[in-house]
């Protein structure tokens, strides 16, 4: 057993190796680890079943020796007596227990350790562990979570409910911890701490959890709390050196505070004294009109939570549904499709049963063993790069403007590929059929991108169009800009996963086997800023999805050039 134990541990210390990067931004990869995982647990099986097997024979053994020793000890001498029994004593000795060490010693590990070390260089890494915490975080902002409804997992539209332990709410924040992220760091030690109170049992104590707990609020500035929990944690465990030393620096700060408060109060009766009442009524104006002006980040979140859209009943009214033939296009009169409004500005058409379930399994079939970390048009050089997970680690936690609270904030979290038409018929079908729908032309577009999002799998705010100040965007294809987006939805989301506008308040939710589309470009070739769009993390579910970038190559005959710069 000895032996078995150390096996384990030289293994858990060796250094992980993984053939796929970032499995967290990809729930389409991070199925195959459910397999590989479940393929472990019947290797362990079998494994323990060896060892149980080895037990037994063992304890078979043990009891025959206990049974005859008993009986041979209360008449040495007599029982030796017996030729018999001495003869049965030396081959015991010399042969039997000889055959029972071997026993004890035989390794039942072999099959299993094998079969764990070699899955170990497909494993997630330290990074996909990170990741995945911190798309919790980012869903706990988006969707004005509390930790304790994340904890219990009570989440819209689960099928799989999962609690987390106190271990995984400590881990969460000293993940926060580590990232200087006191706001997250606070939520998930308390939670730590109020499943500790409710009598959850637990490798982490509670002065661990409280150390965290009580640091964390004093950045935060709030540093009389911070004693109350410095002087529990010192209650639990008083020979704490560090907390003794807090509580007087806490003390210390908190007569200073109070010090300083007064004398401010001071300042301002005199200062109230000074000033008319005309200027009292002017700065209460200006600080409403900054109260009006909500920061982008915070229209996202609100659309993304199904808030703040800004469409009001009137234009509604002006939105309808269609059968849409594209003037008589020769594949589509037979077989007119359904086109429904979705916006008027930007004009965002989606359109209904546009791609079969079997069409999204082929696409699926031929994305997934191609699916890399997504790529983003990099706005200086205009080249297509890894959407690169140590920038977003710079931006990780950012500050809030309207709570001053530090949020999460990554700026792509999927994985995509990109599939071409003469690689399977379906996709070139694919291809003609939105050719034939919006008229433009596609030779010139982009390949087909297919993406599936990750845990918590988000694209923050973007432009698809590259603006005046990014000259070179897309330089290398040659091909203009991009005039026009058509996005396939390949599966319904749970929960989340809207694709929202900002600037003018829309939200576009998944609906399997549809599409939306809309131009970036106005006829003039200008580009429309109110495409400002983006993909809200997904809370519960998986989402695929596919895009085609249409260029402004070919559409020269297609869609003319129109003489207002907004027309």
């Excluded at 799989?160 to 400590?170: A, F, G, N, W």
């Excluded at 109060?265 to 200027?279: A, C, F, H, I, L």
């Excluded at 109260?291 to 980040?297: G, N, Y």
């Amino acid at each position: 057993m000895e032996l078995t134990r150390c096996c384990l541990l030289l293994l858990i210390c060796l250094p992980s190796l993984s053939a796929h990067n970032d499995f967290f931004t990809s729930i389409g990869h991070m199925t195959d680890l459910l397999y590989t995982e479940k393929d472990l647990v019947t290797s362990l099986k079998d494994y323990i079943r060896a060892e149980e097997n080895k037990l037994e024979r063992v304890k078979r053994w043990a009891d025959k020796l206990d049974s005859l020793t008993a009986t041979a000890t209360q008449d040495p001498e007599g029982f030796l007596g017996h030729p018999v029994n001495a003869f049965k004593l030396m081959k015991r000795l010399n042969t039997e227990w000889g055959d029972l060490e071997s026993l004890v010693l035989s390794d039942t590990t072999d099959g299993f350790i094998s079969n764990l070390t070699i899955q170990r260089q497909y494993f997630p890494t330290e990074e996909d562990q990170t990741g995945a915490a911190k798309a919790l975080l980012r869903l706990q902002d988006t969707y004005k979570l509390d930790a304790n409804t994340i904890s219990t997992g009570n989440l819209p539209g689960v099928k799989h409910k999962s609690h987390m332990t106190v271990e995984d709410c400590y881990e969460l924040g000293k993940i926060a911890y580590s990232d200087v992220d006191y706001y997250h760091t606070e939520l998930w030690m308390a939670q730590a701490l109020k499943q500790l109170d409710e009598g959850e049992e637990s490798t982490i104590d509670k002065v661990t959890v409280l150390d965290y707990l009580s640091y964390s609020i004093y950045q935060q500035g709030e540093i009389e709390r911070a004693l109350e929990y410095t002087m529990r944690l010192l209650e639990l465990d008083p020979d704490h050196q560090r907390a003794k030393g807090n509580v007087k620096y806490f003390e210390y700060q908190l007569e200073k505070q109070k010090k300083s408060a007064e004398e401010e109060t001071e300042k301002q009766k005199e200062r109230g004294k000074r000033e008319t009442p005309e200027k009292k009524k002017k700065k209460k104006k200006l600080s409403k009109q900054t109260f009006s002006l909500i920061p982008e980040r915070k229209k996202y979140e609100m659309l993304c939570r199904g808030e703040g859209v800004r469409m009001t009943p009137r234009r509604q009214s002006r939105l309808f549904c269609r059968y849409y033939d594209n003037n008589r296009n020769p594949r589509l009169v037979l077989a007119p499709i359904k086109q429904q409004d979705e916006w008027d500005r930007p004009y965002i058409v989606r359109y209904i049963d546009i791609i079969s379930d079997t069409e999204i399994e082929k696409v699926k079939e031929l994305a997934k063993p191609r699916l890399r970390r997504a790529t983003i048009s990099n706005p200086v050089t205009g080249v297509l790069e890894t959407a690169s997970y140590r920038i977003s680690k710079r931006r990780a936690t950012v500050h809030d403007p309207q709570t001053g609270k530090l949020t999460t904030a990554q700026y792509r979290v999927s994985k995509s590929a990109w599939l071409t038409g003469y690689e399977d018929p379906i996709i070139e079908k694919i291809n003609q059929r939105i050719e034939d729908i919006t008229g433009l032309e596609v030779d010139t577009a982009e390949e087909l991108q297919v993406a599936n999002y990750g845990v918590g799998g988000q694209y923050e705010p973007h432009f698809d169009f590259g603006r005046k100040d990014e000259p070179d965007a897309f330089k290398e294809l040659g091909t203009g800009n991009r005039i026009a987006t058509w996005l396939f939805y390949m599966s319904d989301v749970t929960a989340g996963g809207a694709t929202v506008f900002p600037d003018v308040g829309a939200a576009v939710v998944p609906k399997k086997s549809t599409a939306v589309f809309w131009y970036n470009l106005f006829a003039s070739g200008e580009g429309d800023y109110s495409t400002r769009h983006a993909a809200c993390p997904v809370l519960v579910g998986n989402k695929w999805v596919s895009n085609k970038w249409i260029h402004e190559r070919g559409q020269e005959w297609r869609r003319p050039c129109g003489l207002n710069e907004t027309e």
